[in-house]
């Protein structure tokens, strides 16, 4: 891990020295500086810390932290259904509509959208969904006393992710219900299973694209931010190495001028270039081997989650990568 932070500290220093030209004051440097490096630090702090705890005391500790969470979502989800007016005014209700009209035809207070955008918590259900999964990986490490109880937990974490509403969510709840079921039963061979899974996707990808994506106005822009992603090729060499920073970069890869790619991988090239999204992903890689497969359980639905988020630096998967290496 050393290793990697000279490489990490070394890309910023010499990407920094191109992303101040396209910053109008210190301001903006300084915090893609503090952006970058404070993830890295809460990982080697919350890694550090870890270490002095026993394995039974750090069991305990994320059972306390899960309840808790549990709680607030309820709470949240609570809110979010029956006061679904809570926490937007005029200008998020306008803000809403003008995002989905055209591709929602005759959008109103009572759709889908309603229920994900009037969050307590953040800017939609959509991240209550990745704060979810974050816990959820962790929890199905923990050990508890009894079944019924982790039965009981685990139905409260699907109850609270399917009411949140995101699809990327959702989805990877069902993955990881799929992966355990296949662990557990040997009715069939592995391999086969494998097919039949693939098949039923490509089956499922169709079937969305026939009925849903012309009328999906969040499907729509995904699509297009991904056939953004071509303009790649058109950057000049620094900007294709480098990126523009945390600043303008999320607006480099887009599905239109001035709108945010809420996708991972175009955040990434756009904020750091080529090299800068090599070295993110050799971060999880690096995580990979010290931590082990567990953090498949962390990394592997952030990636997922990725194709519909828009913060490829949730600071929480990071630390939990760290903590579910201890579990």
């Keep these: 891990m050393l290793f990697f932070l000279s490489i990490f500290l070394l890309y910023f220093s010499l990407a920094h020295l191109y992303w101040i030209d396209s910053m109008e004051s210190l301001g903006p440097f300084l915090r893609n500086q503090f952006h970058f490096v404070y993830i890295l630090t809460g ?73 994900k955008m009037s969050s307590v918590m953040f800017f939609d259900s959509n991240y209550v969904g990745a704060f979810l999964l974050i816990f959820f990986a962790l929890h199905l490490f923990v050990v508890y006393k009894s079944r019924w109880r982790r039965n009981l937990v685990s139905t409260i974490f699907i109850l609270l992710i399917f009411f949140t509403l995101s699809r990327a969510a959702i989805f990877v709840t069902c993955l990881w219900l799929v992966f355990n079921f296949w662990n557990s039963r040997s009715f069939v061979p592995k391999w086969v299973f494998a097919i039949i899974c693939v098949m039923a996707s490509i089956v499922t990808l169709f079937i969305i694209q026939d009925n849903v994506a012309f009328t999906d106005g969040s499907f ?91 913060d490829p630096w949730e600071v929480g998967y990071f630390w939990a990568s760290a903590i579910i290496a201890r579990l």
């Design 43 to 115: 990982y080697f702090l919350t890694n550090y810390l870890a270490t002095g705890l026993s394995k039974d005391q750090i069991q305990t500790l994320v059972k306390f932290i899960i309840g808790l969470v549990l709680t607030v979502v309820s709470l949240e989800t609570s809110l979010r259904y029956l006061m679904p007016t809570l926490d937007l005014n005029s200008e998020s209700t306008d803000y809403l509509i003008e995002i989905y009209t055209g591709a929602q035809q005759g959008l109103s207070l009572d759709t889908f959208y309603f229920f």
């Design 220 to 310: 729509i822009t995904k699509i297009q931010i991904l056939e953004g992603l071509s303009g790649f090729f058109e950057q000049d060499l620094p900007t294709a190495l480098f990126g523009l920073g945390y600043e303008v970069g999320g607006y480099l890869y887009s599905y239109m001028s001035g709108g945010y790619a809420h996708i991972h991988l175009a955040i990434l090239l756009g904020e750091l270039g080529l090299i800068g999204t090599l070295i993110y992903f050799a971060y999880w890689y690096f995580i990979r081997i010290q931590a082990g497969t567990k953090v498949l359980y962390i990394f592997i639905p952030f990636f997922i989650i990725g194709l519909s988020l828009a």
